[in-house]
């Protein structure tokens, strides 16, 4: 069984930073490709930006490309989300997800996280 435990979320106002991570137990961690998702009120869960197993392959939804970056570490055992420029709409819980690359892609996963919030002000 795989856990996976966020951190990272908080408060911000529009324009600034957050980087969020997720750290995986197990050791096969390089086997999963990881995802995070993220889910407003009244809305779907979206996926923001995946990342394959070796970090070869990477996508991101259009909402977010060019302001967050997805990288992992697998010597920690760790993925994070960097998230430059937030917007408010960028308000969610943002939760991390483990399985096969393709998997995630389609907006499902495996193993999840219990997420962390994420709040933008304007």
């Known amino acids: 069984q795989v856990q996976l435990v966020e951190s990272g979320g908080g408060l911000v106002q529009a324009g600034a930073s957050l980087r969020l991570s997720c750290v995986a137990s197990?050791?096969?961690?390089?086997?999963?490709?990881m995802g995070w998702f993220r889910q407003a009120p009244g809305t779907e869960r979206e996926l923001v930006a995946a990342?394959?197993?070796?970090?070869?392959?990477?996508d991101y939804a259009d909402s977010v490309k060019g302001r967050f970056t997805i990288s992992r570490d697998n010597a920690k055992n760790t993925v994070y989300l960097q998230m430059n420029s937030l917007k408010p709409e960028d308000t969610a819980v943002y939760v991390c997800?483990?399985?096969?690359?393709?998997?995630?892609?389609?907006?499902?996963?495996?193993?999840w996280g219990q997420g962390t919030q994420v709040t933008v002000s304007s």
């Open positions: 197990g050791r096969t961690f390089s086997n999963y490709a």
């Open positions: 990342i394959s197993g070796g970090g070869g392959r990477i």
């Open positions: 997800a483990a399985d096969s690359y393709n998997t995630i892609r389609g907006g499902k996963a495996a193993y």
